[in-house]
């Protein structure tokens, strides 16, 4: 069979640890024996990191904003341990913060659902896709621990001197005080991510807040994604059959409870990092969870949710066997692979992520599984298999479409 031919490369970014084993397993099995592969490679290796001195991330990220699709490997976000481990220059900031700070990119996660690992909210059928707003509030705050009785002010001076003056609380005594912050900017490019976004996955998008609470911090995100809505979306989403619903948060949170999945649900910072958490559990497993960064401008990102499963790679690193779970890496793949298909007018990329993905789903639905599901499955007479085995399984479920 002659390969598939690709015009544009894709940015591949390399990573760390047992997904840098399943990488290359990957790349191997699934997709070079189909696919004349056209990749620009970005080692983002630690090791390769430290010797660039973090160069390379950058680099990966100018790339990517070049050829508009990129698909990235876990990689280690270093911590005093991996100083001693690699040896470090430097405690390397996370690439993932460095890229998403470069695309100015809004992260979708999105479970991957299969027959046999039922969520654990019975009435969701179909994926919720969480996007979290990746920028201020809570983690970019200014705290103090007030020691005793006096004023706490807020004071905005402008530049040209003239300041606003708010009373926050006088103190009768000891407490603590909190300033948190956000930009129009940062909040109209989460916007258009979204929408952009649900237009692309004809989706609804979903948005909430606390308006009624906090009526000028809370309510200035509500405003600004009803006007870029009104103006710049509501006839592509009218067109697409897609709607744009805005609730309160705690609305919000009890009605995902009772939907049944399909929608995109747009979160501020706080609400993104918990919501995600528990959405992420609630659909039964971290490697079944994939994730885009979609910048305002249209360019993505795709890679697995979950970190480079350290613990597995010490257990390979002694030689002895893993099951690791390569779905959501391989997912990384088709998500980039179909995206570049759809930009270059190429559809046999575009089928053959298609295949590719139901391939994988349907291997697992065959009860042919790694450990990780295994332990969670209402399949009946499962094979566990090992990271290897797992991905030729896919590979044989590939060749019998
Ligand atoms: P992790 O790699 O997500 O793994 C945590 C645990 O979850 C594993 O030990 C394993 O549980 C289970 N798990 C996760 N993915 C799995 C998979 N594909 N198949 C089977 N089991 C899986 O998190 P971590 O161990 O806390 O972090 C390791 C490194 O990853 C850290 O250096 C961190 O900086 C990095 N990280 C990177 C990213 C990223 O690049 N996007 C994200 C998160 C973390 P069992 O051990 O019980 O089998
Ligand atoms: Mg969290």
Request: net charge negative.
């Given at each position: ?15 760390d640890e047992m997904t840098r084993i399943l990488w290359k397993m990957i790349k191997d099995e699934l997709l070079l024996p ?232 747009a979160c501020k910072n706080y609400d993104g990092d918990v919501m995600s958490d528990m959405v992420s559990s609630a659909f ?118």
């Amino acid at each position: 069979m002659e390969k598939i031919k690709m015009t544009t490369p894709l940015v591949e970014m390399d990573g760390d640890e047992m997904t840098r084993i399943l990488w290359k397993m990957i790349k191997d099995e699934l997709l070079l024996p189909y696919i004349d592969l056209k990749t620009e490679y970005y080692d983002l290796g630690l090791a390769h990191r430290d010797e660039t001195l973090d160069q390379v991330t950058i680099d990966s990220a100018e790339a990517t904003k070049k050829y508009g699709v990129a698909v990235k490997c876990a990689t280690i976000t270093p911590n005093a341990d991996r100083m001693t481990e690699y040896n470090l220059k430097e405690m390397w900031k996370s690439p993932n913060g460095t890229i998403r700070a470069a695309l100015d990119g809004t992260v979708f996660r999105t479970p991957i659902v299969v027959k046999g690992i039922e969520p654990c909210v019975r009435n969701w059928e179909k994926p919720i896709t969480l996007a979290r707003h990746a920028y201020g509030d809570v983690y970019k705050n200014t705290e103090i621990k007030v020691p005793g009785a006096g004023k706490a002010e807020l004071v905005f001076t402008a530049e040209d001197g003239t300041t606003i003056r708010e009373t926050i609380h006088d103190f009768k005594g000891s407490g603590i005080l909190q300033g948190i912050h956000n930009t129009d900017e940062s909040i109209t490019s989460f916007a258009k991510a979204c929408f952009n976004y649900a237009l692309d996955t004809k989706q609804d998008l979903w948005f909430a807040t606390k308006d009624t609470i906090s009526k000028k911090y809370d309510h200035n995100f509500k405003d600004i994604f009803q006007e870029i809505y009104d103006t710049e979306y509501k006839d592509k989403f009218e067109a697409a059959g897609i709607e744009y619903f805005y609730t309160l948060i705690d609305d919000a949170v009890a009605r995902v409870m009772k939907a049944k999945g399909g929608f995109i649900w747009a979160c501020k910072n706080y609400d993104g990092d918990v919501m995600s958490d528990m959405v992420s559990s609630a659909f039964g497993s971290l490697a079944m969870m994939t994730s885009v960064l979609v910048s305002p401008s249209g360019v993505y990102e795709y890679e697995a949710a979950h970190g480079t499963v350290q613990r597995h790679y010490y257990k390979h690193l002694k030689g002895e066997e893993t099951s690791t779970n390569s779905v959501a890496t391989i997912f990384a793949w088709t998500g980039a692979l179909r995206k570049r298909g759809e930009l270059d007018n190429n559809p046999e990329l575009v089928t053959f992520a298609d295949k590719l993905e139901s391939a994988t789903i349907r291997t697992i639905e065959s009860g042919k599984m790694t450990k990780d599901l295994a332990l969670i499955t209402s399949l009946q007479n499962v094979t566990v298999l090992n990271s290897e085995n797992f991905i030729k399984a896919i590979k044989a479920e590939y060749e019998a479409i």
